[in-house]
């Protein structure tokens, strides 16, 4: 703590004693800490909160819920389904937080009482706090798909859209189809996790396809108009790396799915498939629907952008792929790492007494490999807008690569080297 | 309003002898605002500076090809980032990255850098 911090502190400590009987507002320590803060979902959004709020104030309490022992990266997951990396590459355990100082409970959130300010875990734990924060990503939603409401059939068509098991299985599905296939990817419309993810997933597969089943044939049904990101790019990567391996088809809603014949059942025709990858409709994860979060068209959850603080529940900030998102935000661990750190240093300034940071700057990085090693980025800088209050990309700033290349591929690898310790170091 | 009573006492009180400890109280007291203002500034460096490290890692400590920031002297900071900006040095994104910044926020995160430690040793 430096010595500004200590002598705040200290004057703080005496202001709440003084100010109470004269009815002022001030910060309330607990438990012989600055603060208690319940943190939903070990993602990159709450990961990087518990982390930076430990960083910054080893005098908050922090505690993490997340079900999984180890994180799994969504970015640069498509790489598993070439062949070029293993799952392992991209898992890492929770033991850096807990170095910090972060409570880490391996149970599953299932409710929130906004009221008395307490989350209860399924264990039956309840756990009181000060600020909650939630960071749930996102709920994939079969409502519309009803061929894929069971979930076992998901184990025939997988999402593959949280990094896993699932990324497992569809490359084994890829592995284990013949030479002459057709694997069939399904795009919903946007907003959903990671807009460039399809396309490269679509690279992805066509590289294994190219080196191992030269016959085989990579299909991407978008729900959308065109391509949602680096649109320019993964078109000359596709004409240029995958003639004849990769066909788009753009407004090609899904309607629905026939899981015994893998069959994809789309507005206007139907496609079948040897593999069928179907990423579903999206929106924000189930804990945030539940504690009263969501706020905007029945699917993600409305915040402050100086704080994260929920438009809805006071004490609670909501982070990551679940925020209605601000002009130009993706939905991207990126970015749920820049809420993350915003969000811990607003809760570290109002658990204070202070005013929180009124001019908060963010950046988003993303890298999609359009083979084993090329990459194609897309960057972007934001900064709050006081008369919109929201967060707007500054403009004249950020842009995408000027065409694939090998020196990015090798930032890319670093950049998840950086972000993974960014995260959970 | 406070009353002057409330005042004195606090002047009084053992615990607000220090002036700068009076005019925190007496923000508090009035404006429901940080009593800190140094605090507040110096934490905006590391605040924005958390813009950068997602890709040049925690506190600007980067492994692989993403150079370090954590340590760079402030000069040579504030000088890049100016040339990033002006294009007369290319990068793959650091120019894109740059023209979203300005000379405040440019001269903070190279003081926040600078005082970083270095890859290697002991996090602060």
């Known amino acids: 703590m430096n010595r500004n911090r200590r002598q705040f502190v200290r004057a703080l400590s005496a202001t709440a004693l003084l100010t109470a009987a004269a009815g002022c507002v001030s910060a309330r320590p607990s438990s012989g800490t600055a603060g208690r803060v319940v943190v939903i979902g070990g993602g990159f959004g709450g990961a990087t909160a518990a982390r930076y709020l430990r960083m910054w104030s080893p005098d908050i309490a922090v505690t993490l819920i997340e079900p999984n022992m180890q994180f799994v990266s969504c970015p640069l997951s498509n790489r598993v389904l070439a062949g070029t990396w293993q799952l392992a590459d991209l898992t890492s355990g929770y033991n850096g937080l807990e170095r910090r100082g972060v409570r880490l409970v391996h149970q599953m959130a299932i409710d929130v009482d906004p009221v008395r300010q307490v989350v209860t875990l399924n264990d039956g734990q309840r756990l009181e706090y000060d600020r909650l924060v939630v960071s749930p990503g996102v709920e994939l939603v079969y409502d519309d798909i009803p061929g894929l409401r069971d979930p076992s059939s998901r184990d025939i068509i997988p999402h593959a859209w949280k990094a896993g098991p699932q990324t497992a299985l569809l490359r084994r599905q890829l592995e284990d189809m013949a030479d002459g296939g057709v694997c069939a990817i399904?795009?919903?419309?946007?907003?959903?996790?990671?807009?460039?993810?399809?396309?490269?997933?679509?690279?992805?597969?066509?590289?294994?396809?190219?080196?191992?089943?030269?016959?085989?044939?990579?299909?991407?049904?978008?729900?959308?108009?065109?391509i949602q990101s680096k649109k320019a790019l993964f078109h000359t990567a596709w004409e240029q790396r995958y003639p004849g391996i990769i066909e788009y088809r753009a407004n090609n809603g899904l309607v629905d799915v026939d899981?015994?014949?893998?069959?994809?059942?789309?507005?206007?025709?139907?496609?079948?498939?040897?593999?069928?990858?179907?990423?579903?409709?999206?929106?924000?994860?189930?804990?945030?629907?539940?504690?009263?979060?969501?706020?905007?068209?029945?699917?993600?959850?409305?915040?402050?952008?100086?704080?994260?603080?929920?438009?809805?529940?006071?004490?609670?900030?909501?982070?990551?792929?679940?925020?209605?998102?601000?002009?130009?935000?993706?939905?991207?661990?990126?970015?749920?790492?820049?809420?993350?750190?915003?969000?811990?240093?607003?809760?570290?300034?109002?658990?204070?007494?202070?005013?929180?940071?009124?001019?908060?700057?963010?950046?988003n990085t993303c890298y999609s490999f359009v083979s084993d090693r090329d990459v194609i980025h897309v960057a972007s800088v934001h900064g709050y807008d006081r008369e919109l209050r929201t967060m707007v990309p500054i403009e004249g700033a950020g842009g995408l690569s000027e065409a694939a290349n090998e020196a990015e591929g090798a930032i890319a690898e670093a950049w998840g080297t950086n972000i993974w310790n960014d995260v959970l170091g | 309003m406070m009353k002057p009573g409330i005042v004195n006492a606090l002047i009084l009180s053992p615990v607000v002898r220090r002036p700068a400890a009076l005019t925190a109280l007496l923000c508090v007291l009035l404006c429901g605002l940080s009593p800190e203002g140094a605090f507040a500034q110096d934490a905006q460096g590391r605040n924005w500076a958390g813009a950068c490290t997602g890709c040049h890692g925690s506190e600007g400590r980067s492994s692989g090809v993403i150079p370090s920031i954590a340590a760079m002297d402030k000069e040579r900071f504030v000088r890049l980032m100016a040339a990033f900006r002006d294009g007369t040095q290319s990068a793959t994104l650091m120019n894109q990255i740059a023209r979203g910044l300005n000379d405040a926020q440019i001269d903070k995160l190279a003081d926040y850098f600078a005082s970083r430690a270095p890859v290697g040793e002991q996090e602060k």
């Open chain 1, 186 to 226: 399904t795009v919903p419309r946007s907003p959903y996790r990671c807009p460039p993810g399809p396309y490269e997933r679509a690279c992805q597969i066509a590289h294994y396809f190219r080196n191992h089943k030269p016959r085989s044939k990579v299909l991407v049904l978008d729900a959308n108009e065109d």
């Open chain 1, 259 to 363: 899981v015994a014949t893998r069959t994809a059942m789309l507005d206007f025709d139907d496609v079948k498939a040897d593999v069928l990858n179907v990423v579903p409709p999206q929106r924000a994860g189930r804990i945030a629907r539940d504690a009263g979060l969501i706020t905007a068209n029945g699917k993600w959850c409305e915040v402050d952008f100086l704080t994260y603080e929920s438009v809805a529940v006071p004490n609670v900030h909501v982070l990551g792929d679940a925020v209605m998102a601000a002009p130009r935000m993706p939905k991207s661990g990126h970015m749920a790492n820049q809420h993350g750190k915003v969000c811990a240093a607003a809760i570290i300034e109002l658990l204070h007494g202070n005013q929180p940071e009124q001019s908060p700057l963010i950046t």
